[in-house]
């Protein structure tokens, strides 16, 4: 755990979240700031500051993030519907909190690009 990082806080309990998933080694919960009906935030319980430095370290636990994020989206109904799965890593791709998190989006058709 990193004492300043917002997401540590909400697996320790320090922070409230409206948490929808936990297993042992992730925690998923709804976007404070929704960009779609549905937007549950997937991360995994240990540190890692990007998707990039997730998958260079620990492998099996980036597959269990993404794994995690197929159960929630199927828990909130939008598999069929279809869903995103998005990554952002570094500050020029819009990552505010860093500490490696999948926002899991749908509920309502998704644009691409993203606005």
Same mark, same amino acid.
């Given at each position: 755990?990193?004492? $300043?990082? #917002?997401?540590?806080? =909400?697996?320790?309990?320090? =922070?409230? %979240? +409206? =948490?929808?998933?936990?297993?042992? !080694?992730? #925690?998923?919960?709804? $976007? *404070?700031?929704?960009? &779609?009906?549905?937007?549950?935030?997937? *991360?995994?319980?240990?540190?890692?500051?990007?998707?990039?430095?997730? %998958? &260079?370290?620990?492998? #099996?636990? &980036?597959?269990?993030? #993404?794994?995690?994020?197929? +159960?929630? %989206?199927?828990? +909130? @109904? =939008?598999? +069929?519907?279809?869903?995103?799965?998005?990554?952002?890593?570094?500050?020029? &791709? @819009?990552? !505010?909190?860093?500490?490696?998190?999948?926002?899991?989006?749908?509920?309502?058709?998704? !644009?691409?690009?993203?606005?």
């Amino acid at each position: 755990m990193t004492t $300043d990082c #917002l997401f540590c806080k =909400i697996i320790a309990r320090e =922070i409230p %979240a +409206e =948490i929808v998933h936990e297993t042992d !080694s992730t #925690l998923a919960f709804r $976007d *404070i700031n929704p960009q &779609a009906p549905t937007h549950v935030v997937v *991360i995994p319980k240990t540190h890692h500051a990007n998707a990039a430095a997730l %998958a &260079a370290t620990d492998p #099996l636990l &980036a597959g269990a993030v #993404l794994r995690a994020a197929g +159960e929630v %989206a199927q828990a +909130e @109904g =939008i598999v +069929e519907s279809g869903y995103r799965q998005v990554f952002n890593t570094g500050a020029g &791709a @819009g990552q !505010s909190v860093f500490h490696v998190h999948c926002h899991v989006l749908g509920g309502r058709p998704l !644009s691409w690009p993203p606005g």
